[in-house]
């Protein structure tokens, strides 16, 4: 009888140790699975961009534009599902764009049929804050080339205070201050629509981020590092 509660111990222990190895295995594949998939969406991500840039017929503000393009989509991301996002792109070794907070200007066309020309980004300085995303009364006094807004002020309405507000457009390094023109030659007297996008609105949101960046940048070493990233599968 003894010997065989012996037996019966030992098989069971046998079947949870089983059973143990098994759950740790399929969370190793899950979890190994999610981080593969992570970096492949990243690695796709890069070879689209390096496409872009070493391709003849892509100008640097063909590859501004879309770049951009990509962080206005994220922006959506971020806050349907509040995950922490971070990208960073160099284009040369003194032009890096990267995910904060920016303000896309345009003007709609003369038709009435809301078509967006002359769009421009705007990095704002320190002092900006804003309480919505969209801007009332955008008005700007600066230059631009033709990507950016840059060198200057603007302001907008905020009606929750009833009073103007304005902000600085600091020196923008991805500018090109030698062919900037005054922003009226370019926007004219037509009406200036604005929005924010912004990648943080809460120290929650924050903290993701913040992850997120870290997160990239340890792939990014490692990548530089040449460290493989492996599968279950090899």
């Not at 295995?25 to 990243?42: P, V």
């Not at 457009?169 to 037509?190: H, K, Q, R, T, W």
Request: net charge negative; aromatic share 14%; hydrophobic share 35%.
């Amino acid at each position: 009888m003894k010997k065989h509660y012996i037996r019966l111990t030992a098989v069971i222990a046998a079947l949870i140790l089983t059973a143990f190895v098994l759950s740790l295995g399929l969370y190793t594949y899950a979890t190994a699975t999610k981080i593969l998939n992570e970096k492949l969406d990243y690695a796709a991500g890069r070879a689209s961009i390096a496409a872009l840039k070493g391709s003849e017929d892509v100008s640097e503000d063909k590859l501004i534009a879309y770049l951009y393009g990509r962080l206005e989509e994220k922006t959506w991301f971020t806050k349907n599902d509040k995950i922490g996002f971070y990208e960073v792109v160099d284009i040369d070794e003194n032009t890096r764009i990267e995910s904060k907070g920016f303000i896309k200007a345009w003007t709609n066309s003369d038709d009435g049929k809301d078509t967006v020309e002359n769009k421009r980004y705007i990095l704002p300085g320190n002092d900006f804050k804003i309480n919505d995303i969209w801007f009332d009364n955008f008005e700007a006094d600066a230059v631009c080339d033709s990507d950016f807004i840059f060198n200057g002020t603007f302001k907008y309405h905020d009606y929750s205070t009833g009073k103007d507000v304005k902000n600085t457009i600091p020196y923008n390094s991805m500018a090109s201050a030698d062919d900037a023109v005054p922003l009226s030659e370019v926007f004219g007297d037509d009406r200036i629509d604005a929005k924010y996008y912004t990648f943080e609105t809460t120290k929650y949101e924050a903290k993701l981020n913040r992850e997120a960046k870290e997160k990239l940048e340890e792939v990014r070493d490692k990548l530089e590092k040449r460290i493989c990233f492996k599968s279950l599968y090899g």
